[in-house]
Nanobody, 120 residues
Framework: QVQLEESGGGLVQPGGSLRLSCAAT????????MGWYRQIPGNERELVAR???????YYADSVKGRFTISRGNAKNIVTLQMNSLNPEDTAVYYC??????????????WGQGTQVTVSS
């Protein structure tokens, strides 16, 4: 299986920055896309940013120019640098990894989520 360990959430003032990290561990044959989604109570989980193994990435319109997603050389670590944060970015952020595990079809795996709160 695949376990995703997230870190880096917390409380930050408007205009500030945070960096989220996520490491995929376990017995997997390959990690393909990785990304970050976020969710606020009562709303559906929404894409923040996603990066494919080759390095191409895409972003939600609301975070373009402020957030940057990247992957480590080992391809099982993804980070999200968040700058110019505003209160509308407050949410639980979830790491995603699309992976192939032996005997299981390729699918998405999710982390447990990390809270990001932007408030003065």
């Amino acid at each position: 299986q695949v376990q995703l360990e997230e870190s880096g959430g917390g409380l930050v003032q408007p205009g500030g920055s945070l960096r989220l990290s996520c490491a995929a561990t376990g017995s997997f044959l390959g990690i393909y896309d990785m990304g970050w989604y976020r969710q606020i109570p009562g709303n559906e989980r929404e894409l923040v940013a996603r990066i494919i193994r080759a390095g191409d990435s895409y972003y939600a319109d609301s975070v373009k120019g402020r957030f940057t997603i990247s992957r480590g050389n080992a391809k099982n670590i993804v980070t999200l640098q968040m700058n110019s944060l505003n209160p509308e970015d407050t949410a639980v952020y979830y790491c995603l990894a699309n992976a192939k595990v032996f005997g299981v079809r390729q699918r998405d795996y999710w982390g447990q989520g990390t809270q990001v709160t932007v408030s003065s």
